[in-house]
């Protein structure tokens, strides 16, 4: 009896899949990736391609998440967070689940060539690569700036939303490749904090579990000290008007005054489950920002500039004397 009401609860074959996906996470993800379609110099995007972008999106970035759950099928198994996962807790067997994030990232490849661009389809593959062997299997287990290096692979999207519309990337789309990769660190530092018990148990080098609370609250700080200036760049180069710098400011006000609180707290207090759940809602809340204000009909005062380091899948090209040209 108890037997068969435990497989009753158990989940099916298809949520499982789904769950190795981590769609969780994705929403954030395709958010960062769709945002940028809005904001480039060559108008709207068109509902189709959106529906494109978005499809392979979720396909990548769930092959990158399934082959993670694939690799740290060992460590999950000791994190009480994690155990309960398909893989270490038996239910799909690893092998399938390595077949399945294989599939899945051929598959967005596919969608990203045929029916959006080339570039955007090797952007987002990189992407994948980057998360799998550069942050999962590399740094991830040796290095307590696992986060800070592995974490670029979360800042791909917006490059691919800027080369889904463009074919190209600029200037505009590095600064938003630069607001993901600086808002990573003190994002997930916050989810370490409260999870030591968990990474020391499992062997995984997190900040807080190597140079202690005091330095990571420290890095925190300086991580969000730096990323407000870049939030703020897009409206000097032309990219977003008045309107989305108005929100910038005012969201990056409320981080740093999360970041400074937690600093000056002795050890790790409810704030920093606050700051966790914040940075979650203000990247998301960032990006749309910046699409919202490319449609309102006013506190736009420079016109997009282009700064092209990639086009057409060439070879990057960085001149020694960037050019300026107006649209």
């Given at each position: 009896m108890i037997h068969a009401a435990a497989a009753a609860r158990s989940p099916s074959l298809v949520a499982d899949l789904v769950t190795l996906t981590k769609p969780r996470i994705i929403s954030l993800l395709l958010v960062t990736t769709v945002a940028p379609m809005f904001i480039t110099p060559v108008g709207l995007p068109s509902l189709g391609l959106i529906g494109w972008v978005t499809l392979a999106g979720y396909l990548m970035a769930g092959g990158a998440n399934t082959i993670n759950m694939w690799f740290d099928r060992d460590i999950d198994d000791r994190m009480a967070r994690t155990r309960l996962r398909p893989i270490p807790s038996g239910r799909l067997p690893a092998a399938a689940a390595l077949l399945?994030?294989?599939?899945?990232?051929?598959?967005?490849?596919?969608?990203?060539w045929v029916f959006v661009n080339p570039l955007s389809a090797w952007l987002a593959l990189s992407g994948l690569l980057f998360y799998v062997f550069i942050y999962t299997i590399w740094l991830k287990r040796t290095s307590p700036q696992n986060i800070v290096i592995g974490g670029a692979a979360g800042a791909f999207p917006p490059l691919v939303g800027w080369a889904a519309m463009t074919n190209s990337v600029d200037l505009g789309a590095l600064y938003l490749f630069a607001i993901v990769f600086y808002w990573t660190p003190p994002h997930f530092w916050a989810l370490a904090l409260n999870k030591q018990r968990d990474y020391g148990a499992a062997g995984v080098p997190m900040m807080p579990n190597v140079h202690g609370e005091v330095e990571t609250k420290r890095q925190m700080l300086i991580y969000t000290l730096m990323l407000i200036p870049l939030t703020i760049m897009p409206v000097f180069v032309g990219v977003n008007g008045i309107l989305y710098g108005v929100i910038a400011v005012a969201l990056g006000a409320r981080f740093i005054?999360?970041?400074?609180?937690?600093?000056?707290?002795?050890?790790?207090?409810?704030?920093?489950?606050?700051?966790?759940k914040y940075s979650l809602v203000y990247l998301a809340v960032l990006f749309v920002a910046m699409a919202v204000d490319r449609v309102v009909p006013f506190g736009h005062f420079v016109p997009p500039s282009e700064h092209v380091f990639l086009r057409r899948g060439d070879i990057p090209v960085v001149p020694p004397v960037m050019t300026h040209e107006g649209h």
């Open positions: 399945f994030g294989i599939s899945l990232g051929a598959a967005a490849f596919t969608i990203f005054q999360l970041c400074w609180k937690i600093w000056r707290e002795d050890g790790v207090t409810p704030t920093t489950w606050v700051l966790y």
